[in-house]
């Protein structure tokens, strides 16, 4: 079946502007996770959703950044007024229930450059 | 101390050799622990899971050591085709799941 798909693949902006990546998890995923991942540095935890549950936000490095997710479905991350700090690959994940012995499924990830 | 550490290597090893990598945590209330591997400008994908008995999966054994704090991912006759550099993950369950990725060691198998 179809796996994690996100887009833009490709995101170039000027500082100062608003972005929107956008993820669609794998269909009956209940889980979702975002990721920042750096040139050259490990996944940063941004956000996780379950369900219907309030999402745990802990992860978002200011208030520029917010996600959204509809449902069960898509899931939206906006940040505002970019800046240069946030050029990296934002990863999109999700699991079928989000235990803690489930497998996470990546998205190939939109590459945010931010001039 | 970082949650996850790992040793980023690179770790040049030539082809047939058998390589290991450790990685540390710091939370000794963790619950899951993966190896997960990411190759060039693409997204990670699960290798393994590594369970507390340790566990084989072809080339691949993956341990834990709770009492030390360290999970370890042992590579037997390598192949190019393992090049790619390896990301420790451990699940810290704290109300939500959160999953803790290491920076990953990146490996390359030279022929």
């Known amino acids: ?21 956008r993820c669609d998890p794998i269909s009956g995923h209940t889980a979702l996770y975002w990721y920042r991942q750096r040139l050259g540095q490990g996944l940063e935890f941004l956000i996780y959703f379950q369900g219907n549950s309030a999402p745990d936000k802990s ?8 996600a959204e997710r509809t449902g069960e479905s898509v899931s939206t991350l906006t940040i505002q007024r970019t800046q240069q ?26 590459r945010l450059l931010v001039l | 101390r970082k949650e996850v550490e790992q040793d980023p290597g690179p770790f040049n090893v030539p082809e047939g050799a058998t390589v290991a990598f450790n990685c540390t945590y710091s939370n000794s209330a963790s619950q899951s622990f993966f ?29 834990l050591n709770r009492a030390s704090q360290y999970i370890s991912l042992l590579i037997r006759d390598s192949k190019l085709s393992d090049s790619a550099t390896y990301l420790c993950v451990v699940n810290e369950t704290s109300g939500t799941y959160k999953y803790i990725f290491g920076t990953g060691t990146r490996l390359k198998v030279l022929a």
């Open chain 2, 35 to 63: 190896w997960y591997r990411q190759d060039c400008r693409k997204e990670p994908k699960l290798l393994m899971s590594v369970y507390s008995s340790g566990n084989e999966d072809g080339r691949f054994t993956a341990q």
């Open chain 1, 85 to 110: 700090e946030d050029s990296a690959v934002y990863l999109c994940a999700s699991s079928f229930a989000g235990g803690s012995l489930e497998t996470q499924y990546f998205g190939p990830g939109t």
């Open chain 1, 1 to 21: 079946g179809a796996g994690v798909s996100q887009s833009p693949s490709n995101k170039v902006t000027e500082k100062g502007k608003d972005v929107e990546l």
């Open chain 1, 59 to 66: 992860g978002l490095p200011s208030d520029r950044f917010s």
